[in-house]
C-alpha cells in the first residue's frame, strides 16, 4: 500500500502561485496513473488533476488553464502548479492513485486570500 506525503501549501493572496509536492514509497510510481484531489470544509473530496502512465492530463474545469500536474518516476513524485490562485480553490489537497485507493496522507493546506 502506498504511503504518500504531500507538501507545498500555505497563504497565498489571490493571483499568486504555489507548487505542491507529492512523495510516494511502497509502490513504484511508473506503474499507476496518479491524481491530486482537493477537499475544502465542509466539502466533498474531489478530484482536481489527473496524470496517466503516458503523461496524459486531465482537470476539474474549474482549474483549467491555472492547473498543471507533473510526475518524475525516478524520484516517486507526482507534483501540482498553480498560477492565478483564487480563494475558491482553498482547501487541503492530497495525492493518491486515481481512482483513489488505500489510505491518504495528510494533505497539505492552501489558502488563497482574497
Known amino acids: 500500500q502506498a504511503q504518500l506525503v504531500e507538501s507545498g501549501g500555505g497563504l497565498v493572496q489571490t493571483g499568486g502561485s504555489l507548487n505542491l509536492s507529492c512523495v510516494v514509497s511502497?509502490?513504484?510510481?511508473?506503474?499507476?496513473?496518479w491524481a491530486w484531489f482537493r477537499q475544502a470544509p465542509g466539502k466533498e473530496r474531489e478530484r482536481v488533476a489527473r496524470?496517466?502512465?503516458?503523461?496524459?492530463?486531465a482537470y476539474l474545469d474549474a482549474v483549467k488553464g491555472r492547473f498543471s500536474i507533473s510526475r518524475d518516476n525516478p524520484k516517486q513524485s507526482v507534483y501540482l502548479q498553480m498560477i492565478s490562485l483564487q480563494p475558491e480553490v482553498s482547501g487541503v489537497y492530497y495525492c493518491?492513485?486515481?481512482?483513489?485507493?488505500?489510505?491518504w496522507g495528510r494533505g497539505t493546506q492552501v489558502t488563497v486570500s482574497s
Open positions: 493518491n492513485l486515481a481512482p483513489a485507493y488505500g489510505s
Open positions: 511502497g509502490t513504484p510510481l511508473y506503474f499507476n496513473a
Open positions: 496524470i496517466t502512465t503516458t503523461n496524459n492530463t
